[in-house]
């Protein structure tokens, strides 16, 4: 009797991979933007925001609308509207958490405390 190992794996279609990838670091970005949007709106404890990892946000955003970006491209190659409709949808919403994240920078950068 011989032991096997069964290891799950996904198929995903043509350009879905970058797509999901994109899409989970948007709901990173969208969980870390709504913490500082309570912290700034509402509770108004603005030592709490991400004020550290700034750039490291804008970065990750970057690199997510990259990603889709790509995922995007290989999308516009099948022809199934599905995944053409879902990857664009997925780069538009890495885009406005990118200009939402912007926005909100900006709105609160006298609130922040530089330690040089």
Excluded at 30 to 35: E, Q, R, T
Excluded at 52 to 79: N, P, R
Excluded at 110 to 116: D, I, P, V
Aim: charged fraction near 15%.
């Amino acid at each position: 009797m011989r032991l096997r190992n069964r290891i799950a794996t996904f198929f995903f279609p043509k350009g879905m991979v970058l797509t999901t990838a994109a899409l989970m670091l948007f709901f990173l970005h969208l969980g870390v933007f709504i913490s500082d949007v309570h912290n700034f709106c509402i509770t108004n404890h603005y030592e709490r925001m991400s004020f550290h990892y700034t750039v490291v946000l804008i970065f990750s955003q970057v690199i997510a609308i990259c990603w889709a970006a790509t995922g995007s491209l290989y999308a516009e190659m099948t022809e199934n509207k599905y995944t053409r409709c879902s990857t664009m949808t997925i780069l538009i919403l890495n885009g406005a958490m990118f200009f939402s994240r912007l926005s909100l920078e900006f709105l609160a950068i006298e609130y922040r405390e530089e330690n040089h």
